[in-house]
């Protein structure tokens, strides 16, 4: 059995701010071994679940963020930019499963830990099929497309709930709970760590009764941007419509095309990003 974990760093326990989540930040480098610690419970538990193999995508900002030489050694790690889907890059049919590790809930949720989607300087709002979606959902609309369920979420409170409004019978685990949008109160790690394992391991073993969810035939994706600008930039990508001052939208045949187009949208959007205004 084939699990597929997608690892983000906002959502692990012990970060809060973006200190810990930007490179150059003073706590970014405890945030990896933190990271790397809570997949690693996460990969434990999927093997006692029955996993044969677990393929862990590291999903934040250059995907260059698990400490690989303390990464359990039965996980293969697909690491580094510039690669087609993004978050869930090799994820395709062949798996049986997807959990998100260190994951956040979409911009604009309040009592949420770094709450945004996919950019907060940029991107105010990402709906597909008119449903506002955040990375979680985007993501896992990808994965049901291939027949793929999503079977357990982390993350804080607001993850939790965001996971279990896109599917009600997803696994969660709030490993710390937001008081503020860079305040947490953190779990011991001991105690998240046994949480994570135990809940992937009954994910994992309930995972071929899972099913994923609906997708839409056709989906349409409607980005609202942060600023005019931005959205005047999007609409040189063809296909695009303006829906308002601040929204564009795009088409496509399917959610892995439209994954691709999200990517597209959002860099013809930023090129006209101006931090002066």
């Given at each position: 059995m084939k699990i597929f974990i997608s690892a983000d760093l906002e959502g692990i326990n012990g970060i809060a701010a973006p200190e810990d989540v930007e490179e150059v930040g003073a706590g970014y480098q405890q945030a990896r071994?933190?990271?790397?610690?809570?997949?690693?419970?996460?990969?434990?538990g999927a093997f006692a679940g029955g996993a044969t193999e677990v393929v862990v995508c590291d999903s934040h900002n250059i995907s260059q963020n698990i400490k690989m030489e303390l990464l359990d050694e039965r996980a293969q790690l697909l690491r580094g930019d510039t690669r087609r889907n993004s978050m869930v890059h090799g994820l395709d049919a062949s798996f049986d499963g997807l959990i998100l590790v260190g994951y956040h809930a979409k911009f604009g949720t309040q009592h949420a830990i770094l709450d945004h989607t996919f950019n907060p300087t940029?991107?105010?709002?990402?709906?597909?099929?008119?449903?506002s979606v955040g990375e979680l959902g985007m993501n896992a609309l990808f994965a049901a497309e291939k027949g793929v369920p999503l079977l357990m979420a982390t993350g804080d409170q607001a993850l939790s709930a965001e996971a279990k409004a896109f599917d009600p019978e997803v696994e969660t685990v709030i490993v710390k709970y937001a008081e503020g949008r860079f305040c947490a109160n953190c779990l011991p790690r001991t105690t998240t760590q046994r949480m994570l394992r135990d809940t992937a391991e009954k994910a994992v073993r309930a995972a071929k009764e899972r099913k994923p969810v609906a997708v839409p035939a056709n989906p349409e994706m409607k980005v609202t941007f942060q600023q005019v600008n931005l959205a005047d930039g999007a609409m040189r990508v063809p296909g695009t419509k303006r829906i308002d001052s601040m929204t564009v939208g795009i088409g496509a045949e399917n959610m892995d095309a439209l994954m691709a187009l999200r990517q597209i949208v959002f860099g013809a959007g930023s090129d006209f990003y101006n931090p002066l205004f």
């Open positions: 071994i933190f990271m790397t610690e809570e997949v690693n419970a996460v990969i434990d940029t991107i105010r709002d990402l709906s597909v099929a008119g449903v």
